[in-house]
């Protein structure tokens, strides 16, 4: 079975300041998917990332900046110099990469990101 | 890459009653989802749809549930006999080539 942790149900920050939402992940798959979505007050949910359990290579898109630890299975998301725009409630998500199935989404309980101006 | 688009957007019904939610591809894909988001809660796959069957289903996904895809472009998910606890946003999901799952902007169902 597969399990998304989330351990941050709610953070506020000062704009400007920068911000790591954390992501904890359980999968018995030698090889997954890891993601992040963003669901803004609107209520969609937005692809922001895709990760690849055998690259562990950290990337940076911007403010964005993922931090993938497989020793931890964690995958860790930090917003750099945060932005009113920045609130949402983030989701972590993991799927299967190989094998039988659909490999649908697992998703973590979320953590619901406040900037304040 | 664009997602999908989902009608209606918003939806009230009486308990006990049918509702049809439409999700309907931009381009033409093969492979589809539908998650179920109780509000403030986590989003929860309901089942998975490939080449117009379903390929796989969760546990939510008994039998009042049910997904077709009637015209071959349209991808529909109906619920037979609502009950206040399918109260719910509803999203539609396409996967990429590269295994990413992009949703549609959902339809928010509430049951009274």
């Known amino acids: 079975a597969q399990k998304v942790t989330q351990a941050q149900t709610e953070i506020s920050v000062v704009e400007k300041e920068d911000v790591t939402l954390d992501c904890v992940y359980e999968?018995?798959?030698?090889?997954?998917?890891l993601f992040w979505y963003k669901q803004p007050p609107s209520g969609e949910l937005v692809f922001l990332i895709r990760?690849?359990?055998?690259?562990?290579q950290n990337e940076i898109s911007g403010r964005y900046s993922w931090n993938f630890q497989k020793s931890t299975s964690s995958f860790n998301f930090t917003i750099t110099a945060s932005q009113v725009v920045d609130s949402a409630v983030y989701f972590c998500?993991?799927?299967?990469?190989?094998?039988?199935?659909?490999?649908?989404?697992?998703f973590g309980k979320g953590t619901k990101l406040s900037v304040i101006p | 890459e664009p997602e999908v688009t989902q009608t209606p957007s918003h939806q009230v019904t009486q308990m006990g009653q049918e509702v049809i939610l439409r999700c309907v591809p931009i381009?033409?894909?093969?492979?589809f989802y539908w998650y179920r988001q109780i509000l403030g809660q986590k989003v929860e796959f309901l089942v998975s749809?490939?080449?117009?069957?379903?390929?796989?289903k969760s546990e939510i996904f008994d039998d009042q549930f049910s997904v077709e895809r009637p015209d071959g472009s349209n991808f529909t998910l109906k619920i037979r006999s609502t009950k206040l606890e399918d109260s719910a946003m509803y999203f539609c999901?396409?996967?990429?080539?590269?295994?990413?799952?992009?949703f549609g902007p959902g339809t928010r169902l509430l049951v009274l």
């Open positions: 990760r690849n359990s055998f690259d562990e």
């Open positions: 999901a396409r996967k990429s080539w590269d295994e990413t799952q992009y």
């Open positions: 381009s033409n894909h093969l492979y």
């Open positions: 998500a993991l799927s299967r990469a190989s094998g039988a199935g659909s490999y649908q989404l697992t």
């Open positions: 999968t018995r798959d030698t090889t997954y998917y």
């Open positions: 749809f490939y080449n117009n069957e379903i390929s796989e």
